[in-house]
């Protein structure tokens, strides 16, 4: 289990996040609040994934030290390459490993068996085709939605792996860029740098294996390392020196000396600082300022209910024929947004999607045809049927890898535009919200206060992450393509032929390719439409029913009315002290960023 130490560097986010949890609870608990959205604020904080994904040439130490931050041996590691699969580490009370493959299959399996998924060893050239590996760990690296990727090595004889590792980039939110002291900094990693720098937004450095050298020449290490660093990056950076090793026997044997020696601590500190900064900026003040909006509006709705108790009736009816044509108002605003967010998906459909996809397959059809040339000059001497089946096999690998790799950037594409998209509307839509709003509290003269909180759809981790969520299929056309040859034919015939079955392979792909992406932006298309209806229907109805509870409350004659008034000041009261609460927070979140 992680050290004293090591907890105590994860607790202040954490603590905000509970602190808030807390206040949203409450807020739950009130009458009024119910339906301003606080059930998906709450899970939103709960449940905020954010992808560290660990990076770097083969043999580095990636898994080494992952098991070091995790502090227990649960990974497995070895002097050969070795990672050959995805593994995700998210937050769960017990470990538990599940494997995901291609074909959407998934089981479980015993710790023991993990290597035989995940590593080059167990599951060579990824016979068994595992997407990727999911572990849950209750280590407090994960509880804040935190998920730790291990990738395979980059740049060992297995291209796979390579190919994996670059798949899972554009998933980033944070890479971690693992070197060590026992292969000095290759032009190699430098190329890898530079694609892992166009996919993440932060990227750490850290030294492996620090424990090789001695005080001087780890000093030489580092400013060697850092100085091709720098020059790769074009600005300053960090370098963090490290021993997973010592890191992880300082972890299980508990000893506090052993892991300040393994420096890791210094590492997690800033890795822990960003985090906070990156969650604390981002997620704990919006979703804190995204709650104060509901206070905000349920207060409106307080003092609605408050006016309708003590507004004279024909006053009262006067003012609630405004408020139903304003109504008819609002309903035109959905109508024309329903129209243009078609009109805009539709677009990034057309022009980006299908464009996308055809450009890949105009640029891929070469590259195929080279390598099926490659193929058949290597495997001409077989028998033609062993020959056609060689040359099958090496189309469909060849193919399938493409566009799973392809996919992946594609995906990452799609779900920026798409979140553009969300982010020009929600903002119109909040409009919408605080127009109907202003209206309300001039039309019956009570107090509004309005809040300006970014709508969380527009993080990095909103409809982006719901975009992505939906998978694509990415199991490979069926095998029922296989070719029917006649007996007696020459090798060119063979060629040829192959060649026709890479055309129609790669059309058929390109086709279920184009149908998934499609598919999954019209489901994101309808999921988004919902919710913005949602919130304008919401604060309609929370206006409107405000109202009928004062006027039903009233018929039921004077002291009804007195009571409903004090049980309502009473609720003010509450929702005061939360966002006396709330700004406290608000405050601590912001001095954190500073500090
Ligand atoms: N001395 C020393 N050896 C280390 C350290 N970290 C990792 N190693 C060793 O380096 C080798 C590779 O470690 P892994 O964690 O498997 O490396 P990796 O980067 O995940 O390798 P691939 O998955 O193949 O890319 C293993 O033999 C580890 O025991 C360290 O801090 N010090
Ligand atoms: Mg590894």
Same mark, same amino acid.
């Given at each position: 289990?992680?050290?004293?130490?090591?907890?105590?560097?994860?607790?202040?986010?954490?603590?905000?996040?509970?602190?808030?949890?807390?206040?949203?609870?409450?807020?739950?608990?009130?009458?009024?609040?119910?339906?301003?959205?606080?059930?998906?604020?709450?899970?939103?904080?709960?449940?905020?994934?954010?992808?560290?994904?660990?990076?770097?040439?083969?043999?580095?130490?990636?898994?080494?030290?992952?098991?070091?931050?995790?502090?227990?041996?649960?990974?497995?590691?070895?002097?050969?390459?070795?990672?050959?699969?995805?593994?995700?580490?998210?937050?769960?009370?017990?470990?538990?490993?599940?494997?995901?493959?291609?074909?959407?299959?998934?089981?479980?399996?015993?710790?023991?068996?993990?290597?035989?998924?995940?590593?080059?060893?167990?599951?060579?050239?990824?016979?068994?085709?595992?997407?990727?590996?999911?572990?849950?760990?209750?280590?407090?690296?994960?509880?804040?939605?935190?998920?730790?990727?291990?990738?395979?090595?980059?740049?060992?004889?297995?291209?796979?792996?390579?190919?994996?590792?670059?798949?899972?980039?554009?998933?980033?939110?944070?890479?971690?860029?693992?070197?060590?002291?026992?292969?000095?900094?290759?032009?190699?990693?430098?190329?890898?740098?530079?694609?892992?720098?166009?996919?993440?937004?932060?990227?750490?450095?850290?030294?492996?294996?620090?424990?090789?050298?001695?005080?001087?020449?780890?000093?030489?290490?580092?400013?060697?390392?850092?100085?091709? &660093?720098?020059?790769?990056?074009?600005?300053?950076?960090? $370098?963090?020196?490290?021993?997973? @090793?010592? !890191? =992880? *026997?300082? %972890?299980?044997?508990?000893?506090?000396?052993?892991?300040?020696?393994?420096?890791?601590?210094?590492?997690?500190?800033?890795?822990?600082?960003?985090?906070?900064?990156?969650?604390?900026?981002?997620?704990?003040?919006?979703?804190?300022?995204?709650?104060?909006?509901?206070?905000?509006?349920?207060?409106?709705?307080?003092?609605?209910?408050?006016?309708?108790?003590?507004?004279?009736?024909?006053?009262?009816?006067?003012?609630?024929?405004?408020?139903?044509?304003?109504?008819?108002?609002?309903?035109?605003?959905?109508?024309?947004?329903?129209?243009?967010?078609?009109?805009?998906?539709?677009?990034?459909?057309?022009?980006?999607?299908?464009?996308?996809?055809?450009?890949?397959?105009?640029?891929?059809?070469?590259?195929?045809?080279?390598? &099926?040339?490659?193929?058949?000059?290597?495997?001409?001497? $077989?028998?033609?049927?062993?020959? @056609?089946? !060689? =040359? *099958?096999? %090496?189309?469909?690998?060849?193919?399938?890898?493409?566009?799973?790799?392809?996919?992946?950037?594609?995906?990452?594409?799609?779900?920026?535009?798409?979140?553009?998209?969300?982010?020009?509307?929600?903002?119109?839509?909040?409009?919408?919200?605080?127009?109907?709003?202003?209206?309300?509290?001039?039309?019956?003269?009570?107090?509004?206060?309005?809040?300006?909180?970014?709508?969380?759809?527009?993080?990095?981790?909103?409809?982006?992450?719901?975009?992505?969520?939906?998978?694509?299929?990415?199991?490979?056309?069926?095998?029922?393509?296989?070719?029917?040859?006649?007996?007696?034919?020459?090798?060119?015939?063979?060629?040829?032929?192959?060649?026709?079955?890479?055309?129609?392979?790669?059309?058929?792909?390109?086709?279920?390719?184009?149908?998934?992406?499609?598919?999954?932006?019209?489901?994101?298309?309808?999921?988004?439409?919902?919710?913005?209806?949602?919130?304008?229907?919401?604060?309609?109805?929370?206006?409107?029913?405000?109202?009928?509870?004062?006027?039903?409350?009233?018929?039921?004659?004077?002291?009804?009315?007195?009571?409903?008034?004090?049980?309502?000041?009473?609720?003010?009261?509450?929702?005061?002290?939360?966002?006396?609460?709330?700004?406290?927070?608000?405050?601590?979140?912001?001095?954190?960023?500073?500090?």
């Amino acid at each position: 289990m992680n050290s004293p130490t090591q907890s105590a560097l994860l607790s202040s986010y954490a603590q905000l996040k509970d602190r808030l949890l807390d206040c949203t609870d409450e807020m739950l608990a009130i009458e009024n609040i119910r339906g301003c959205g606080c059930e998906e604020l709450r899970e939103k904080i709960r449940s905020n994934a954010f992808n560290l994904v660990v990076v770097g040439q083969f043999k580095r130490g990636k898994t080494s030290l992952i098991n070091a931050l995790l502090g227990a041996e649960i990974l497995p590691v070895a002097v050969v390459p070795l990672t050959s699969i995805v593994t995700i580490m998210t937050w769960g009370e017990a470990l538990r490993i599940k494997v995901y493959f291609n074909d959407e299959r998934v089981s479980e399996i015993k710790p023991e068996s993990l290597s035989e998924y995940v590593t080059e060893k167990g599951n060579p050239k990824n016979i068994k085709d595992v997407r990727e590996v999911v572990l849950t760990y209750p280590s407090p690296y994960l509880k804040d939605g935190v998920r730790l990727i291990d990738t395979p090595g980059v740049g060992s004889i297995y291209e796979h792996n390579t190919d994996v590792a670059y798949q899972y980039l554009p998933k980033s939110d944070a890479a971690l860029f693992l070197l060590s002291v026992d292969q000095p900094m290759s032009k190699a990693e430098m190329d890898f740098l530079k694609d892992v720098k166009e996919y993440s937004n932060k990227i750490f450095f850290v030294l492996n294996k620090a424990d090789y050298l001695r005080e001087n020449d780890l000093k030489e290490a580092i400013d060697f390392t850092k100085n091709a &660093l720098c020059e790769a990056m074009g600005s300053e950076v960090r $370098l963090f020196p490290v021993s997973a @090793r010592l !890191a =992880l *026997e300082g %972890a299980m044997a508990q000893s506090g000396e052993m892991l300040e020696q393994s420096m890791l601590p210094v590492f997690s500190k800033d890795l822990n600082r960003f985090l906070m900064e990156e969650k604390g900026n981002v997620l704990i003040l919006s979703v804190t300022n995204n709650l104060l909006r509901s206070i905000s509006q349920a207060e409106l709705e307080l003092e609605l209910e408050l006016k309708s108790l003590t507004t004279p009736l024909e006053e009262l009816k006067d003012k609630i024929r405004a408020f139903e044509n304003k109504k008819g108002e609002v309903s035109q605003v959905k109508r024309d947004f329903e129209i243009l967010l078609e009109g805009e998906v539709s677009r990034l459909a057309k022009g980006g999607l299908e464009d996308d996809l055809q450009r890949f397959v105009r640029d891929l059809m070469p590259q195929e045809l080279a390598h &099926l040339k490659d193929q058949f000059e290597l495997n001409k001497g $077989l028998p033609l049927k062993d020959l @056609r089946s !060689a =040359l *099958e096999e %090496a189309i469909i690998d060849h193919v399938k890898q493409a566009f799973i790799t392809w996919r992946a950037l594609e995906d990452e594409r799609l779900a920026k535009a798409f979140e553009t998209i969300c982010k020009r509307f929600t903002t119109k839509i909040n409009e919408t919200v605080d127009e109907l709003l202003r209206y309300s509290s001039q039309l019956f003269s009570v107090p509004f206060d309005t809040v300006r909180a970014e709508a969380l759809w527009s993080l990095k981790s909103g409809f982006y992450y719901r975009f992505r969520e939906q998978p694509v299929g990415t199991a490979i056309i069926a095998s029922t393509l296989t070719l029917a040859l006649p007996k007696f034919i020459g090798d060119k015939i063979v060629l040829k032929k192959m060649k026709e079955y890479l055309q129609r392979v790669v059309t058929m792909q390109a086709a279920r390719a184009g149908t998934d992406f499609e598919e999954r932006l019209d489901k994101s298309k309808l999921d988004f439409r919902w919710e913005m209806f949602q919130k304008i229907d919401a604060t309609i109805e929370g206006i409107a029913s405000a109202i009928e509870k004062g006027m039903t409350q009233r018929s039921k004659g004077t002291q009804e009315v007195e009571e409903r008034k004090r049980l309502l000041a009473g609720t003010t009261g509450k929702l005061d002290e939360i966002k006396n609460r709330l700004a406290r927070i608000k405050a601590a979140a912001e001095s954190a960023n500073k500090g």
